[in-house]
């Protein structure tokens, strides 16, 4: 089963409207994974997906997607 055709590329919409913003060179939650910083084309919000999961993501805000993978953050209020 292949999984990645651009995907992991900057860039990159998925069918939700998702837009791959960058690698985050930090380590996935699954097996050999690592994250990519997403950003919802809708509302706006960043979050973290592993680069498998990145063709289907949710955005969490308004889509009810997953929390942001990892708990990461684009940033930390105060
Ligand atoms: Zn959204």
Redesign the pocket.
């Known amino acids: 089963m292949s999984i990645s055709r651009g995907t992991t590329k900057p860039g990159y919409p998925n069918r939700n409207g998702q837009l791959n913003i960058r690698p985050l060179m930090i380590p996935g939650t699954d097996h050999g994974q690592s994250l990519y910083q997403l950003a919802?084309t809708?509302?706006g919000?960043n979050y973290a997906a592993n680069g498998s999961d990145i063709f289907q993501r949710k955005?969490p805000?308004?889509?009810d997607g997953n929390p942001s993978t990892g708990g990461w953050a684009a940033w930390t209020p105060g």
Request: charged share 0%; hydrophobic share 0%.
């Open positions: 919802c809708h509302c919000t955005c805000n308004c889509q």
